[in-house]
């Protein structure tokens, strides 16, 4: 289960691995918070915008059911109101009824009540900063890991008529956009005599000297990137096809990067030594990752993989 807040954030971020693991028969199912009601258009060649909150989420409805079909994963919607990306100095107040000012209670209940019923292995979502600091991501974490937290509690969230309590195995947050990568794909674009898309990013970070969060594990997506980027393309609201996402060229990717990494935030399973399963180590670092999201929860380690819920 992928936890995303808004129709267009499964496809930057993890799309490649849940499209990987859709493809070796696992189950895999994104809950979208919002609606992206208030998203900008952000693709120049898109055209005007739709001009209600109700006619932009209708057509983004649209484009996550394209982008899920691309990626072969299931979807499903919370169904609340995306807050809107607050600008200025200072920055003005959320709007009222948003998901970001939902009580945690309110906002956890129906995330629990779908890791109850579709009793997912594993949850993936964003670290405590959001990956960066959308209000709506900040709210998705929260209620990511309280899910993960109570789901598995008969005394917590009960509803009549609801399904059993489960608990996941393992919660992870996506390292869609880490410094690792950004650098090492800046560097080989600038080594190829290409202009990176992330120059200005590297030093800005650098500037702002924030700090980089552990990866503990790295998925092999170089057989999936093209459904990836179909997924991308399917938000043409969002996702510019001339854009950033597709700055980079696809074998220089391949060649550089051919990984979407992760970090393992909590486990009910042992990982550590034999339990994780194969295990990749970085040339450069020494580093050894996880190269598989089910590292523990496999009935062996090194079988094929096997259909489970994730």
Excluded at 49 to 59: K, Y
Excluded at 166 to 190: C, D, Q, T
Aim: hydrophobic content about 40%; glycine content about 8%; proline content about 8%.
């Amino acid at each position: 289960m992928a936890v995303h807040a808004h129709p267009d954030d499964e496809s930057s971020k993890g799309a490649a691995t849940m499209a990987r693991y859709a493809a070796e028969g696992v189950e895999v199912l994104v809950v979208t918070c919002t609606g992206g009601e208030r998203g900008d258009i952000l693709n120049p060649r898109f055209g005007p915008a739709p001009e209600t909150p109700e006619a932009m989420a209708a057509l983004r409805r649209e484009e996550m059911a394209a982008a899920a079909a691309a990626l072969g994963v299931r979807q499903e919607w919370l169904g609340f109101v995306d807050s809107g990306l607050p600008e200025g100095d200072p920055l003005p107040p959320l709007p009222e009824g948003c998901f970001a000012l939902v009580p945690l209670e309110t906002a956890a209940a129906p995330l629990v009540e779908a890791v109850r019923r579709f009793r997912p292995h594993v949850m993936t979502t964003y670290d405590p900063s959001g990956g960066y600091p959308h209000p709506d991501h900040i709210k998705t974490h929260e209620v990511s890991v309280e899910a993960f937290a109570a789901a598995g509690d008969p005394e917590r969230y009960v509803v009549d008529g609801g399904a059993e309590p489960w608990a996941p195995g393992k919660l992870y947050y996506n390292h869609g956009f880490s410094m690792a990568r950004i650098r090492s794909v800046h560097e080989a674009m600038l080594g190829a005599g290409l202009e990176s898309p992330f120059g200005e990013w590297v030093e800005s970070r650098a500037a702002r000297e924030i700090p980089e969060r552990e990866v503990t594990t790295r998925i092999d997506v170089r057989e999936h990137l093209d459904q990836r980027d179909a997924a991308l393309r399917a938000h043409a609201t969002q996702i510019d096809p001339d854009g950033f996402f597709f700055a980079v060229p696809r074998d220089l990717e391949l060649e550089v990067w051919p990984w979407e990494e992760y970090e393992l935030a909590e486990s009910r399973v042992e990982v550590a030594g034999a339990a994780r399963g194969d295990a990749d180590t970085d040339a450069d670092s020494g580093a050894e990752y996880e190269t598989d999201l089910f590292a523990g929860l496999r009935p062996e380690v090194g079988a094929e993989p096997v259909r489970q819920d994730a």
